[in-house]
């Protein structure tokens, strides 16, 4: 009875105790339930395994100044407890020196690469030459592992950049086919060129310049003498200077570029030496007006109103100011030849003027224009050149179409 | 009148001077062109000397010399001294019994820009053009891209054919050369119609200085 009693008064409080217990444990307790559980998860949440196998190399064709760390990813990177989040890279110049934080790499990344500046002064200057140790740090849910350091490693630059080798090769295989060309032209085999109907117009126009008795304006384009749609155009002044100076017309050259006008003033003065009439050239006749676009525009329309030239030659680089040109030399009556490389304004010249030059034919019409071995031959080995392509192309679409890889692989180029 | 309306009005007025070309050659389009022109050469002046002159060359020999003079170390940025000396050759244009001096300048711009565009053109318009261009000829179920891809790869070979110039265009050769040419006038085509838009824009934008910022007709 007393143990009935004694089992019956102490058994009420235990029961209410149990209850409570079981009650904060179940899920009608959701609030509760989720913190008590976080807490529990978070203290006993290992942190991910640390990543292995870390190896710092000098990063490839570079100029020197970056260092690639690959590592093995950790066993808890998408497996095992799956808690990786990221991974950090650190770096000391000492195995057990200080490592700072070079960058971030997600999870499942399994190499960074460290660039750093080359100038001295900046802040992310990485020297070359001097040894870096790495270790990587996986991280996740705000715990984490480092890895062994790496042993040391060092950025130095490369003299030869192997992703560019079919630059190499074309460049060679180009020049191979020039220099074959140029010798057999200078040994007086003659290479045949077919007939760009723009050339033929030159001298055409010069006559009707000279008949008219007035004068020839030649526009060098608003490229800069590094371009190569401008050192073609000097090459055709040459030529047509020559004429000029043959028949004893006038030549206007009003230039965009100080350094344009520089060579322009030397090439005429070399046509009228070679033409045997040095003393009629006149330096004053090529000047510079302005480098501005637009203003050199109005400067060279009002130009064509006054002078009311009887050709105009348009050989070079041009932007907007194609149209504006081609149209007030139309208004003029001038006899308008041109040509351009600039693919968007070949349309308004061949809306606009007589004859146009296309793309290649303005760096052709320099060889069909002097005939010179070296001109000649760069021409010949540029079709051959072109010819390489062609096969290339065709070769190339038919593997592409049975997904031959290797042939592909040749044309592969590390920018 | 504060300085941005007299500006504004400066604005309008050469903007008519020039547009006035479009009647006939007249004193007015004369005056503009050449304050244009001027202003414009002038202009140009100013910005070589402070972006270009000055950043480039003396600030860089400054650093040189500062470098030698607290480090006693010499320094690469002397090597711009080179860059000046060939720019002060360029200025004895200006005396005729020294002037020839000026081709050393010259010869270096021209031959070193051309020797290394030699290799920037050949991957960029040559090798990645060639690469982008082999495509495959038959995709299988995607009919679009089958002839979107012989379309480029037709277009390009007898494009080149057209500017293979050791051969005269005659027979298969001159028909290849022919397919070419049509290729490239209705390239020329399609590139005309989409310039003169940004044409028409620019025509736009005089018109709207001119009549929102001038004469606040539209809003």
């Known amino acids: 009875m007393r143990i009935k009693r004694l089992f019956g008064i102490g058994f009420l409080p235990v029961f209410l105790v149990l209850c409570i217990f079981l009650f904060l444990q179940s ?12 807490i529990l998860e978070e203290s006993s949440t290992p942190p991910p395994a640390a990543p292995t196998d870390v190896k710092a190399v000098d990063t490839p064709n570079d100029n020197g100044h970056s260092i690639t760390v690959t590592w093995t990813l950790s066993v808890d990177d998408g497996a095992g407890l799956g808690n990786v989040v990221s991974y950090e890279v650190l770096r000391s110049d000492a ?59 060092h950025a130095y630059g490369q003299w030869y950049h192997t992703g560019k080798t079919p630059v190499v090769v074309a460049v060679l295989a180009f020049s191979t086919f020039a220099l074959v060309f140029i010798t057999l032209a200078r040994k007086g085999k003659k290479l045949y060129i077919r007939p760009l109907a723009g050339i033929e117009a030159v001298d055409e126009a010069i006559g009707r310049a000279t008949e008219m008795g007035k004068p020839i304006l030649y526009i060098l ?34 230039c965009n570029d100080p350094i344009n006008m520089a060579v322009a ?3 005429v003065r070399a046509a009228y030496l070679e033409a045997g009439r040095p003393d009629q050239y006149k330096e004053e006749n090529i000047y510079y007006l302005t480098s501005m676009q637009f203003a050199y525009v109005a400067g060279v329309n009002g130009i064509m109103l006054r002078e009311k030239p009887a050709t105009n030659f348009y050989l070079g680089k041009f932007y907007a100011e194609s149209l504006l040109l081609a149209e007030t030399g139309s208004l003029a009556g001038s006899i308008q030849i041109s040509g351009t490389d600039e693919i968007a304004q070949i349309p308004f010249f061949v809306a606009a003027t007589d004859y146009t030059l296309i793309g290649e034919e303005l760096y052709a019409a320099s060889a069909y224009l002097g005939k010179e071995p070296i001109l000649l031959g760069t021409l010949k080995g540029q079709d051959w050149g072109k010819a390489v392509v062609m096969i290339a192309l065709i070769l190339g679409a038919l593997a592409a179409t049975f997904n031959f890889q290797f042939f592909l692989n040749l044309f592969r180029i590390q920018l | 009148m504060s300085g941005e309306v007299v500006g504004v009005w400066i604005g309008a007025i050469l903007t ?26 002038g202009y140009w002046f100013v910005v070589t000397f402070w ?22 170390r010499i320094d690469y940025h002397w090597v711009y001294i080179l860059g000046g000396g060939l720019g002060i050759l360029m200025l004895l244009r200006l005396f005729p019994s020294v002037g020839w001096l000026s081709r050393w300048s010259l010869a270096f711009i021209v031959g070193t820009t051309a020797g290394l565009q030699f290799t920037r053109y050949l991957e960029s318009n040559g090798i990645i053009q060639v690469k982008g261009t082999i495509l495959p000829l038959i995709v299988g179920g995607d009919l679009n891209t089958t002839i979107g891809n012989i379309v480029i790869v ?66």
């Open chain 2, 154 to 219: 037709v277009g390009t070979f007898c494009g080149l054919i057209y500017f293979f110039f050791s051969k005269e265009h005659r027979g298969a050769f001159g028909g290849a050369a022919r397919i070419g040419v049509w290729f490239l006038m209705i390239t020329f085509g399609a590139l005309f119609g989409y310039t003169v838009m940004s044409r028409m824009s620019l025509l736009i934008g005089r018109m709207d200085y001119l009549f929102s910022n001038w004469l606040h007709l539209i809003g």
């Open chain 1, 95 to 153: 195995p057990d020196g200080e490592f700072e934080v070079r960058g971030l790499a997600p999870a499942g990344e399994e190499s960074f690469e460290d660039k750093g500046a080359k100038e001295k002064g900046d802040a992310n200057y990485l020297p070359a030459g001097v040894d870096f140790y790495y270790k990587v740090r996986a991280k996740g849910d705000g715990l984490f592992s480092d890895s062994e350091v790496s042993a040391p490693a």
């Open chain 1, 265 to 267: 003033q030397e090439t």
């Open chain 1, 221 to 254: 384009g608003l490229g800069s003498a590094d371009m190569i749609a401008t050192i073609a155009s000097f090459t055709i002044l040459s030529r047509v200077a020559k004429k000029v100076a043959d028949y004893q017309t006038q030549i206007l050259i009003p």
């Open chain 2, 51 to 72: 972006q270009y002159f000055l950043p480039k060359l003396i600030d860089n020999l400054a650093l040189a010399y500062t470098v030698l003079a607290v480090e006693g």
């Open chain 2, 16 to 41: 008519l001077g020039i547009f006035s070309f479009l009647y006939k050659d007249n004193p007015f389009y004369k005056f503009s062109e050449a304050l244009f022109v001027g202003v414009s050469a």
């Open chain 1, 27 to 38: 899920d009608f307790c959701p609030a509760q339930e989720v913190g008590e559980v976080d």
